[in-house]
């Protein structure tokens, strides 16, 4: 049996974040994330990639000069886009 090193680096890294969201307090900047966090479809096919089950994708503006831009998974992993200096972040829903 061989291993499939690929789908092996997908889970790590599904892992890797799941962990940092349930450990950090208020959110960590993870660096290797931040190409795939331009818009929130990106982050979205991105999560999927990894194993992921997509939740909630907000991409909203409720006034001017205020965006919010995250995606949510159904384990509560949040994933922020890139703005405002902000970039690669994640954090986990508190229930």
Same mark, same amino acid.
């Given at each position: 049996m061989s291993i499939d090193h690929e789908?092996?680096?997908?889970?790590? #890294?599904?892992? %890797?974040? %799941?962990?940092?969201?349930?450990? $950090?307090?208020?959110? %960590?900047?993870?660096?290797?994330?931040?190409p795939y966090c331009g818009t929130v479809e990106q982050i979205a096919a991105f999560l999927r990639g990894l194993g992921f089950h997509?939740?909630?994708?907000?991409?909203e503006e409720p006034c001017p000069g205020e965006r919010h831009q995250w995606v949510e998974t159904t384990s509560g992993v949040l994933v922020y886009a890139n703005q405002g200096?902000?970039?690669?972040?994640? $954090?986990?829903? #508190?229930?």
């Amino acid at each position: 049996m061989s291993i499939d090193h690929e789908v092996l680096r997908r889970y790590l #890294r599904k892992c %890797e974040l %799941e962990y940092i969201a349930e450990h $950090s307090d208020g959110g %960590e900047t993870i660096g290797w994330i931040v190409p795939y966090c331009g818009t929130v479809e990106q982050i979205a096919a991105f999560l999927r990639g990894l194993g992921f089950h997509i939740k909630t994708v907000v991409d909203e503006e409720p006034c001017p000069g205020e965006r919010h831009q995250w995606v949510e998974t159904t384990s509560g992993v949040l994933v922020y886009a890139n703005q405002g200096g902000v970039n690669g972040l994640v $954090s986990k829903t #508190r229930a």
